[in-house]
């Protein structure tokens, strides 16, 4: 009788510790998803290739980095009144970081918060706009990386002078987005001494984007298409008349070749977001902090070349071509 007592007694303690590792477990099993789980609020100017590619990138570089993230993603829809008070939002929310995904969108979260840490990418000129103080010196909640390699601008128009020597370069941009005005800026210092001439039109936004357009047909030899948000989202209208007028057209960036431009000089988006979603998983982690991660730029570039848009826009193909670029379709 006492060793059947003693047996119970046994089983009772063996099912009461189960029932307590059970609990144990459910209680750890919860505090980690709790600790593991980040929100990051999102945001973008406009949705367009470019910077979509980008988002993508970042997202693809958080899980590959094994972290569980809800995203809460905001487009401006292309309205400057829309982007503060998305980030206004983001911090009212309390998310964990914010991923800002241009120059309109890194200005608005950087006003909106000095606290939750900001990784931006797709912006130009991070110094200029303010958003770090130099590119070896990040904010104290905010870095990224940039899209535009300090030898792009200048390696393009070397491209239009060698090629099309003596061209009417007409430029289409928002004089709204500041990265696009420094860009321009760029351009007429590169161009400076070529023989090349810089027509320039300005928009409010994508509607004006073909009127505009058209207006360049007669004095532009050529068109040259910044990574202007305004623009590259209304970029159809554009290579509509570059196709009709036989004008080629150089844009910035390889997702607005493959739209059907003729060639540029640049970086694949989703690279540069890859990076920006590195940075972020140090930061969310707890590994760094914003301040700890200079801004950086973009890898190097590279010339691309769509023949496809050469042939509908009437260039006069070059051999040098064949050995120099890469092609996308």
């Not at 099912?15 to 609990?23: E, N, P, T």
């Not at 829309?82 to 969108?105: C, Q, R, W, Y």
């Not at 200005?107 to 303010?130: E, Y």
């Amino acid at each position: 009788m006492k060793k059947v007592m003693m047996l119970l007694a046994i089983i009772g303690l063996v099912i009461l510790a189960a029932c307590g590792s059970d609990d144990t477990s459910g209680s750890d099993d919860t505090a980690s998803e709790g600790g593991d789980t980040y929100t990051i609020g999102a945001t973008q100017i406009v949705e367009h290739p470019s910077l979509d590619a980008a988002y993508e990138g970042f997202q693809e570089a958080l899980k590959d980095a094994g972290l569980e993230v809800e995203y809460d993603f905001q487009s401006a829809q292309s309205d400057q009144n829309n982007v503060k008070p998305i980030s206004d939002g983001f911090v009212a929310d309390g998310v964990d970081l914010i991923f800002a995904n241009s120059t309109p969108s890194a200005l608005g979260a950087l006003q909106a918060t000095s606290d939750i840490p900001i990784l931006f990418t797709s912006v130009t000129d991070a110094v200029d706009a303010g958003l770090v103080p130099s590119m070896d010196e990040a904010g104290e909640n905010i870095t990224g990386v940039v899209d535009l390699h300090p030898d792009q601008i200048d390696a393009t128009v070397e491209f239009i002078s060698t090629y099309f020597d003596g061209a009417k370069i007409g430029m289409l941009y928002n004089a709204g987005e500041q990265n696009s005005v420094k860009q321009v800026e760029t351009v007429k210092e590169a161009a400076e001494g070529t023989g090349l001439e810089i027509i320039e039109r300005t928009v409010a936004n994508s509607s004006e984007v073909q009127q505009a357009a058209n207006t360049l047909v007669g004095e532009a030899d050529i068109f040259y298409i910044i990574t202007d948000n305004t623009v590259v989202s209304a970029l159809e209208s554009v290579i509509g008349v570059a196709n009709d007028q036989d004008i080629p057209l150089i844009v910035g960036e390889p997702d607005s070749l493959a739209k059907g431009g003729f060639a540029t000089f640049g970086i694949h988006y989703h690279t540069i977001g890859y990076r920006t979603g590195e940075m972020a998983a140090e930061i969310l982690t707890g590994e760094k902090s914003p301040s700890d991660i200079p801004a950086e730029y973009p890898p190097e570039i590279q010339l691309f070349i769509n023949k496809q848009g050469a042939e509908e826009q009437g260039v006069e193909w070059n051999s040098d071509w064949d050995d120099t670029a890469q092609f996308i379709e």
